[in-house]
């Protein structure tokens, strides 16, 4: 069986199946976690891959092979971003006649919790499409000039399957799952000039 990516063998179901039953107090994201451990399913930078397993779980429950416990609360999914801080505050106009006399531009990588609210706050705040949380892998970044931040960029996992850039790429089956991870995509609505 097939999900996500990943083949389950009927082996791997029956783990799947012994974790929930020795955690029945467990959450999704908790036995998500178990899951991915157990059967040592990983991002290529070593992380476990428990969205990924979040999401084939949901399809393994849909499929009758597996009864999940019922979700604690809501994700968030359609739900506006509330957050405001007075960080992500307009600052005062750049006044730049050209790309070259803000300086040398940094990226910094969104890398904590905090991080996360401020670039999700910012897209919301200043980006005409708002905030939208993004599925699957991901990287976002701030963009900074002399200590200001002038842009974010995200970046999230190639789609599984695009017939036109398969297609375009000459890709088979096997190629596609093999060089797909090394593939990324600039995601709609995460860039944007919060300042000026």
């Not at 399913?41 to 009758?64: E, Y």
């Not at 999940?68 to 994700?75: E, I, Y």
């Not at 739900?79 to 600052?91: D, M, V």
């Not at 531009?105 to 708002?130: C, F, K, M, W």
Request: hydrophobic share 35%; charged share 20%.
């Amino acid at each position: 069986m097939r999900y996500c990516g990943r083949d389950f063998s009927p082996a791997e179901i029956t783990v799947i199946r012994r974790l929930m039953a020795t955690h029945p107090a467990a959450s999704r994201a908790a036995l998500s976690r178990l899951v991915c451990a157990q059967l040592d399913w990983r991002r290529p930078d070593g992380r476990l891959k428990d969205m990924s397993c979040r999401v084939a779980m949901l399809r393994m429950q849909r499929d009758g092979l597996i009864t999940l416990p019922p979700p604690r609360g809501g994700n968030g999914n359609g739900r506006r971003y509330r957050r405001r801080t007075a960080a992500a505050e307009p600052g005062p106009a750049l006044h730049a006649a050209s790309p070259r006399e803000l300086g040398p531009l940094e990226l910094v990588p969104v890398t904590d919790r905090q991080a996360s609210h401020r670039h999700n706050e910012y897209i919301d705040r200043y980006h005409y499409l708002g905030y939208q949380p993004l599925p699957g892998a991901q990287q976002r970044y701030f963009v900074h000039a002399n200590g200001i931040i002038v842009a974010l960029l995200g970046f999230g996992a190639a789609a599984w399957k695009c017939q036109a850039r398969d297609t375009f790429i000459g890709w088979n089956t096997a190629q596609r799952e093999r060089w797909l991870p090394l593939g990324a995509c600039r995601t709609q609505g995460q860039s944007t000039a919060p300042v000026g």
